[in-house]
């Protein structure tokens, strides 16, 4: 299966789903003007893959911010994800938030309770442009 690959810009985030290095990342903001059109292909992409899924998947979301229209698409997403756990495949959502931005934090909180796959929330703080994994 191909990778799926989607450069990052000022209103969309970098998507990353490669099954055949194992990885699978959200990563920077998610406000587009047609949240629908920008994940129509994302959720196409994750049917194919939940037909023929690696053994595990660790899907890590790093969202700075997001608006509801993408909140609702990302729900979808993780709504797959618990397809892929009801075939017994290891599934986990990393949820990464900068330790200073609570709102995303609980986000992460709601979504966890939302769908049945396990969520390690993973916190860090920004330092001088670089990243410092805190817990």
């Given amino acids: 299966m191909e990778a799926l690959r989607i450069q990052a810009t000022v209103k969309t ?10 990885v699978f990342e959200i990563k920077g903001k998610s406000i587009p003007d047609n949240a629908e059109d920008f994940y ?15 053994e595990e998947t660790v899907l890590k ?5 997001f608006n509801i229209s993408s909140s609702k698409r990302l729900l979808f997403l993780l709504y797959k994800l618990n397809e892929l ?3 017994e495949k290891k599934v986990k959502v990393l ?9 995303m934090f609980e986000v992460g909180q709601d979504y966890a309770f939302m769908v049945k796959v396990p969520f390690d929330f993973i916190s860090y703080t920004l330092n001088e442009s670089s990243l410092v994994q805190a817990s």
């Fill in 13 to 22: 985030p970098e998507v990353l789903f490669d099954p055949s290095n194992n």
């Fill in 40 to 54: 129509t292909d994302i959720l196409y992409w994750f049917d194919d893959y939940v037909a023929n899924p690696n």
């Fill in 61 to 65: 979301i790093d969202l700075e911010y």
């Fill in 85 to 87: 756990a009801d075939t």
């Fill in 95 to 103: 949820w990464y938030y900068n330790e200073a931005d609570e709102d």
